[in-house]
């Protein structure tokens, strides 16, 4: 279960108590589907139905079955939960089952896979929720036709799925015409929150993880953060918000496990997209310790002092290493005899908080017990939760992004659209 320690965040009773109205009329914006973005509310209190689940798991058993590569086709709120659940929840050097395009226009990255999956039998998962995406689209329409000569018409179509809006848009129309099946991006959810519908179970579920189990961890947690009073999740949004009136501009999300690198992403996206609006905003960062300790870790301990740290502490690895002292002490590493990897990865997350600290960069701590789909299920939740009530605080719509239209206009009168 999901542990909060906020007794570094420099952020004392009385400074939280400033924020107990705004705190209030956020809670019942987001409850009572009265603030800005209510039409995007469907994540809040989720359930996916017996017939959409069950639609999932055999899709993903079919995937599983007939390829050995499935490639998830989408880019942001389309790809970077699945990405990062599948990460987190995979061992570091994993057969990759699932892999990634259309999170870019790069012609070297799409020949690059195609180079890749020449041996392989290949499924693909497009996910666009508008359907007219062009990083999606051009990736979708190479690896398409590549499908369509590799298999002939009939088996590509067998191979291809397709998760978009349940009637409109381009994607919609070519499944229609193709006849690929189809799974829904549900009206009343927007792309950065909808790691738990069909857009991130399906790839999820295809690459071996249970579903079951992480919605389990999601809906414990709808019950668990629902309640105004004692929430964790209400407390980072307020404490959060404090340091940003305190001139906090920059939060680093930590991590000390690299399976963790895409959650993130995924969390960068969440707060980025949802706060960053009417020039306001903590701008959401990220490092990976203790490797960033070695490039970043110097402007964090000397920079500017406009950052705070929120760290992710998973308290115990799936496998441990316990450190044996060397007969002759060669390495002079005999002081760690007896230790363990996850004493010495520890230590160093306890002695950067405290170094950090002592230079002015206040630390949030989550805590959870181990990596598994529970504890993931619960924790993007619980960033859910916290980002549309810390947006609510704020003053901003949390679900719209009408800043990510600016770069497409201009694109597209370069293209000739
Ligand atoms: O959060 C969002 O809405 C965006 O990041 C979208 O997910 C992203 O632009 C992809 O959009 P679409 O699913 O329509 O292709």
Not at 38 to 43: I, S
Not at 191 to 203: D, E, I, M
Not at 364 to 376: A, G, H, M, S, W
Request: proline share 2%; net charge negative; aromatic share 10%.
């Amino acid at each position: 279960m999901l542990k909060v320690n906020f007794e570094n965040s420099t952020i004392n009773e009385e400074e939280r108590r400033v924020f107990a109205e705004q705190l209030k009329s956020a809670h019942e914006q987001l409850h009572n589907g009265t603030g800005e973005g209510a039409d995007f509310l469907g994540w809040l209190n989720l359930r996916i139905q017996d017939d959409e689940l069950n639609q999932i798991k055999v899709a993903a058993n079919k995937i599983k079955e007939i390829s050995d590569v499935l490639i998830v086709i989408g880019i942001g709120g389309s790809y970077l939960g699945a990405r990062a659940v599948i990460d987190a929840l995979s061992k570091n050097f994993g057969d990759k089952k699932v892999l990634f395009a259309g999170n870019n226009l790069s012609a070297d990255y799409l020949n690059d896979l195609i180079d890749y999956i020449d041996d392989k039998r290949v499924c693909l998962n497009v996910i666009s929720k508008s359907g007219t995406t062009i990083e999606p689209a051009i990736s979708f329409k190479i690896l398409r036709e590549y499908m369509e000569k590799k298999y002939g018409e009939d088996e590509a179509k067998e191979r291809i799925f397709v998760t978009t809006d349940k009637e409109r848009g381009v994607l919609k129309e070519i499944a229609n015409q193709k006849g690929y099946e189809t799974f829904v991006v549900p009206d009343d959810i927007g792309g950065r929150y909808s790691v738990f519908t069909a857009v991130g179970l399906l790839p999820i579920a295809a690459a071996g993880i249970d579903i079951d189990k992480l919605l389990a961890g999601v809906y414990a947690a709808e019950e668990r953060f629902a309640s105004l009073e004692n929430n964790p999740c209400y407390e980072y949004a307020v404490v959060r918000n404090a340091l940003y009136k305190q001139g906090k501009k920059i939060e680093l999300l930590v991590n000390y496990e690299p399976r963790l690198h895409y959650i993130s992403e995924w969390w960068k996206q969440l707060y980025g997209e949802s706060e960053g609006k009417d020039l306001k905003g903590i701008f959401p960062a990220s490092v990976d310790y203790t490797t960033d300790l070695h490039s970043m870790g110097q402007y964090v301990q000397d920079g500017e002092r406009h950052l705070f740290e929120t760290v992710l502490d998973v308290q115990a690895p799936n496998r441990d290493i316990v450190l044996e002292a060397d007969e002759n002490a060669i390495d002079k590493l005999g002081y760690l005899n007896g230790k363990t990897m996850n004493e010495a990865n520890h230590s160093a997350m306890q002695g950067t908080v405290i170094a950090h600290m002592n230079g002015n960069v206040p630390n949030l701590l989550l805590q959870i017990d181990k990596l598994d789909e529970e504890n993931i299920g619960e924790l993007l939740y619980f960033f859910e939760k916290a980002c549309g009530i810390s947006g609510y605080i704020l003053g901003v719509n949390p679900f719209n992004q009408p800043g990510v239209e600016a770069y497409k206009k201009e694109m597209f009168r370069l293209l000739g659209k």
